[in-house]
């Protein structure tokens, strides 16, 4: 059995020929690690001496710092090398030609969590079109979809509700590495980016996150735990309702709720339909910010049971179907600016188009559940076939 490696091992082991001698930036955060928990610029500073020339940053910044969600990172720099950093979740989302002045490659390596709605996939697709414009390489080194590759949630998008939570047609657990969701973007949104990448050895299509025997080093602040990121792909959907998601408590996206809920009645009107591989259980909270700051919650929380047979997106749509109907008068949607959406509403950008929300309101039904998150496994699966890297 070959030994597991991330495609930042890989790289520093034996770097592709494109980064000998190249001037590069990198795009990384604080859990862009190896094995012995260096950080992706100590690996390369080491393996490719002086050529590091420039820092990016995703949402929360290079060291997670801005924990809530939508809070901006200023550009800063490096003090150690006296080289840039500069935050790609700020005044712009995509490096300006300015920014890639000097670099021969920009290489990324991100920890992504499989689910479309997560901004690093969007970082990635505007980086290619950065490095397209400017005429430089990019190197994308891989690391595993938490989520594993053989299952599929929730609908497509509708482009017509495209945002950077979501630009091209993607269902929301898309089953991609990194590097794979490069050579799609990069073909389906035509950008024609040199693009290159640097697989994982011993990277199997079907694994889970723990299955690669690496610690879970959160890739942003409020996926501190591997459950969140199971339920993240449903879970998410929250941001688009006034509902809690768990924001401003030590385990968030893995229990949910508002002040009006009452966690027996909500969870006795859940069993009437089937859940695989998931426990709920009756749960108060009070988070420390964001919705409801400081006030007692009523709910649930979530605890994953089988990761393969778990549908995090169809039990999410579920529970907010219930809880629009128990408490109509206190459930409501979220209203606009949602990731730099101004118009559109967050739920339906989220779920990527209308019919989740419209579903909802008109009573969410056995039937309307199945419609609106069931994905055509087949027509996906023939759209990411030529990009796929591992078996």
Same mark, same amino acid.
């Given at each position: ?32 690690? +190896?094995? /012995?928990? %260096? ?7 080491? @393996? *490719?001496?002086?050529?590091? #020339? &420039?820092?990016? !940053? ?53 920890? +992504?969590? /499989?689910? %479309? ?7 990635? @697709? *505007?980086?290619?079109?950065? #490095? &397209?414009?400017? !005429? ?55 950008? /024609? ?19 690669? !025997? ?178």
């Amino acid at each position: 059995m070959i030994e597991f490696r991330f495609g930042l091992e890989v790289c520093a082991a034996n770097p592709p020929e494109v980064l000998r001698g190249a001037r590069f930036g990198l795009v990384m955060n604080q859990a862009s690690i +190896d094995s /012995g928990f %260096r950080t992706a610029d100590e690996v390369l500073g080491e @393996s *490719l001496p002086g050529q590091l #020339a &420039a820092l990016f !940053g995703p949402q929360h910044g290079l060291w997670a710092e801005q924990q809530d969600n939508m809070v901006e990172t200023p550009h800063t720099l490096d003090q150690l090398r006296k080289i840039p950093v500069y935050s790609l979740y700020a005044d712009v989302r995509k490096p300006t030609q300015a920014m890639l002045e000097g670099l021969d490659v920009l290489v990324i390596d991100l920890q +992504d969590v /499989g689910t %479309r709605v997560y901004t690093y996939l969007w970082t990635l @697709s *505007l980086c290619l079109e950065a #490095a &397209a414009e400017k !005429g430089i390489a990019v190197v994308v080194l891989d690391r595993p979809n938490p989520l594993g590759g053989d299952v599929f949630e929730g609908p497509m998008l509708n482009r017509e509700f495209a945002s950077f939570v979501g630009r091209v047609p993607m269902p929301m657990r898309h089953g991609l590495t990194l590097a794979e969701a490069a050579r799609y973007l990069n073909s389906e949104c035509g950008i /024609g980016a040199d693009l290159h990448w640097v697989p994982m050895e011993g990277y199997r299509r079907d694994s889970y996150w723990p299955e690669h !025997g690496r610690p879970w080093i959160p890739p942003s602040p409020n996926l501190s735990r591997f459950e969140g990121a199971l339920l993240y792909p449903g879970q998410v959907l929250l941001e688009g309702t006034t509902l809690s998601e768990g924001r401003g408590t030590t385990t968030p996206f893995e229990l949910c709720g508002a002040p009006y809920i009452e966690p027996e009645v909500l969870l006795n009107e859940l069993e009437e339909s089937e859940f695989d591989g998931l426990f709920a259980r009756p749960y108060r909270f009070e988070p420390t910010f964001q919705k409801f700051e400081q006030q007692s919650c009523g709910g649930l929380f979530l605890h994953p049971t089988n990761p393969r047979a778990l549908r995090s997106y169809r039990f999410t749509v579920a529970m907010i179907g219930c809880i629009a109907k128990l408490w109509p008068e206190q459930f409501a949607w979220r209203q606009p600016p949602y990731e730099y959406e101004t118009v559109k509403l967050p739920i339906d950008i989220l779920s990527g188009g209308p019919d989740l929300r419209e579903a909802i309101d008109a009573g969410l039904t056995p039937e309307s559940l199945e419609q609106v998150t069931s994905i055509d496994n087949s027509q996906w699966e023939s759209s990411i076939q030529d990009d796929r890297i591992y078996e």
